[in-house]
């Protein structure tokens, strides 16, 4: 891997309930290249949700440090974060979450309003965005309106209207049927190829892994496996 | 208490109900005041939906400029139309609670105003010193009068005898034997010129109420000096009020006989209605030439048969035997002094000139303020209690429509922020919401008590008109929104502090 986007030294997250601390992640290090498709496995809380939250900001570790291209991401406040987050990296929910009162459109267009961009230039990446995910008839149509394929490919377009470099997904085709998955995985597999992204994905679907360049298993905390896939 | 006291005492000692009573009033008053609150903002509720619905048109051809502000106002609008009939509660929450506040602001408002001093060309009160109800010699008027006139230039009354009005006050029913509210008569017996007058520029100017000229047109007040100066002609005409010419079921034009057992007892009162008062006037009351009444009691003087006020049936009398309240028939007597100096060398002269009864002469708020004294745990527990607790109690509403609404959206907020708003957008977000519903409910509320009230107009007792003081307009939205505030600020910072990774390891 010449040139990873992610890189994770060491990493330690705990959490205390009660008088009890629980280790959820435990010395944990891995890279993720640049336009790498990254699959995370594991049985439910081997720590894979939470290793997803802290690679893309929305948690601190206790210990150890993740660096996201040049910035030391551990090492930022709440603010600094919600800064980075909305420019370098784009979320793809299990449940999609859109605002169900915005249409798609102003759905796509939500992150793009923390930026200092104009009305023309919005309006031009919320386009190619819909383009994108084939959803540029659809976009004055609310959440309600439209299939779960199509409001998760509304959720695509919205992380990725930003251009980040990383692209991160929570389980994104656990509530879709076999179909509308494919259609999914097909659309991040392009979104890595020609786009560039960097996709890490978490997922219990042994199939939507499979479409990933590499698979990571994770078990109470630790990597215990790590499989590349040869395309 | 009653056990120190001897046997044959228990029992005779009334039970006092006069707080239970005024308690039952205030309550009831509070009562019937939230229910037309309730019913108002219920009818507005539809005027408010149209409003957000306007706004957001508004916004959505703000948001095609593309400026962001328009855009995060457009959601705050959206995320109102989200759950109706919450954002409808909320309102229906506000709108009552200013409501209801403006009727307490304007009561208070009224009562301040009257009670506070003016510096120059003010109205003194003269009273009976030591006994309430005050009931004076009817020579005080014309004596005072004549002190006042006597005092230095600077300090003598502008207008002369124009500027003193004595008041004695009648109580009477039509029927005597079946006494009831509907056909009871109060008016108060005065010169009819004191009402409204004409000076020498040729302005009307009235004597008894500084805002009877500017609240009437001019069709009202030619009508109203018409009708006193019939009632100064022939002293039997009178003016009632609209509402209590209803209640009696009477006619202008028409005589009606009046009786007053409980105070001017057994002299029969012929009076002819010449007009009625304007509309919102003195609802209720009337006005009668004290000339009338004087001259009735000098009649019962040299009776020899007169009516029993109870009985309607005619009885013998002494002749030359006084009525009780012949020398006491006086109650009040007003005097339009320029400046303070004039009523302490008017007051001084008073309490040397009336020894029997004596009397004392003070500015008008403090004679009110002695009237209100009685009262004055009312105003007070309007002002520090019932105000204060429905404030709180609009807050606790608020803090739990707008907690249920931040918690319904816990993960929708967490979306915001995972995309990178900032904890203080969120936050404002739920804010705005609130304030915007804050703003319409107060607004629109203290527009509708401003301006609807405007047009019932009624008067209380002789306090004046009350109205809803301009003020209103602005307190009325800056109440609602200090409301939401304090009731969404809770709220709000729930939602600022959304753990994004918490929501999330939840729905997962």
């Known amino acids: 891997m010449a040139t990873a986007l992610v890189q994770v030294r060491d990493l330690y997250k705990s959490f205390t309930r009660g008088t009890e601390r629980i280790d959820v992640l435990r010395n944990l290090t891995l890279d993720v290249g640049r336009a790498e498709f990254l699959a995370l496995m594991g049985p439910s809380g081997s720590g894979k949700t939470t290793l997803l939250n802290l690679i893309a900001g929305l948690d601190q570790p206790t210990e150890g440090s993740i660096t996201v291209g040049e910035n030391h991401i551990s090492e930022m406040s709440e603010s600094e974060l919600a800064r980075w987050r909305t420019r370098h990296v784009g979320f793809i929910f299990q449940f999609y979450y859109l605002l169900p009162v915005l249409t798609a459109y102003e759905n796509v267009e939500l992150p793009l309003l923390l930026l200092p961009l104009t009305k023309e230039q919005r309006r031009k990446q919320v386009n190619t965005a819909l383009d994108l995910v084939g959803l540029s008839n659809r976009m004055d149509h609310r959440p309600g309106q439209l299939s779960g394929g199509q409001q998760q490919r509304v959720g695509i377009a919205r992380a990725m209207v930003t251009d980040p470099e990383l692209i991160v997904a929570d389980e994104p085709t656990g509530d879709l049927d076999t179909k509308s998955a494919d259609e999914i995985l097909m659309l991040m597999e392009v979104l890595r190829a020609q786009l560039g992204k960097t996709i890490i994905m978490v997922t219990h679907d042994p199939k939507a892994a499979a479409r990933a360049q590499r698979t990571l298993h994770l078990e109470k905390g630790q990597l215990v496996r790590d499989t590349a896939v040869l395309v | 208490m009653y056990d120190a006291l001897p046997p044959e005492f228990v029992g005779a000692i009334p039970a006092d109900t006069s707080m239970l009573r005024l308690s039952f009033y205030l309550l009831a008053g509070l009562v019937a005041v939230n229910g037309l609150a309730i019913v108002l903002g219920l009818v507005t509720l539809p005027v408010f939906f149209i409003v957000l619905y306007v706004l957001e048109l508004g916004l959505k051809v703000g948001a095609a400029t593309g400026f962001t502000a328009f855009k995060v106002a457009m959601l705050m609008l959206r995320g109102l139309r989200r759950a109706p009939l919450r954002t409808a509660l909320t309102y229906l929450a506000l709108f009552v609670l200013t409501f209801v506040l403006c009727f307490i602001y304007a009561i208070l408002t009224l009562v301040d105003n009257k009670l506070s001093d003016k510096d120059s060309n003010f109205k003194a009160i003269m009273t009976e010193k030591f006994s309430i109800p005050s009931m004076m010699k009817r020579s005080y008027p014309d004596r005072i009068a004549e002190l006042a006139m006597s005092m230095d230039e600077g300090k003598r009354p502008v207008k002369g005898r124009s500027d003193v009005m004595s008041w004695s006050f009648f109580f009477g029913t039509t029927d005597p034997k079946n006494k009831r509210p509907e056909n009871a008569v109060f008016m108060f017996g005065l010169d009819p010129l004191r009402v409204i007058d004409i000076d020498k520029d040729g302005k009307y100017f009235s004597m008894l109420d500084d805002d009877l000229v500017q609240g009437l047109t001019s069709e009202q007040r030619d009508q109203l000096y018409a009708a006193c100066k019939a009632i100064e ?276």
Request: hydrophobic share 50%; aromatic share 10%; net charge positive.
């Open chain 2, 233 to 508: 002609d022939d002293p039997r005409k009178i003016v009632l009020s609209k509402a209590r010419l209803d209640s009696l079921g009477v006619e202008v034009g028409q005589e009606i006989k009046v009786y007053s057992p409980a105070m001017y007892k057994d002299i029969e009162f012929t009076f002819i209605i010449a007009d009625v008062l304007p509309p919102g006037k003195y609802d209720g009351l009337g006005f009668m030439n004290n000339r009338y009444l004087f001259q009735q009691l000098d009649s019962y003087e040299g009776a020899t048969t007169v009516t029993d006020s109870a009985t309607l049936a005619r009885k013998p009398k002494a002749a030359g035997v006084k009525h009780p309240l012949a020398e006491k028939c006086v109650n009040l007597v007003w005097i339009r002094l320029p400046n303070k100096a004039a009523l302490a060398q008017l007051a001084e002269l008073a309490e040397k000139e009336f020894s029997s009864p004596t009397v004392k002469l003070e500015t008008e708020s403090a004679g009110i303020g002695s009237f209100m004294e009685s009262f004055k745990d009312l105003f007070k527990l309007m002002r520090y209690v019932i105000a204060p607790a429905m404030i709180a109690m609009m807050s606790l509403i608020v803090a739990n429509a707008i907690g249920i609404s931040v918690r319904e959206r816990r993960t929708e907020l967490a979306v915001l922020k995972v995309l990178g708003f900032q904890p203080w957008h969120v936050m404002a977000l739920v804010l705005g919401e609130a304030l915007l519903i804050g703003f319409l409910g107060g607004g629109i509320s203290a527009s509708l008590a401003y301006f609807q009230l405007q047009q019932v107009k009624f008067q209380i007792a002789f306090l004046g008109e009350f109205k809803v003081p301009a003020m209103a307009l602005v307190y009325g939205p800056l109440l609602g929104m200090i409301v939401s505030f304090a009731g969404s600020i809770g709220p709000a910072l729930t939602a600022r502090n959304v753990k994004v990774s918490e929501v999330f390891a939840r729905v997962a």
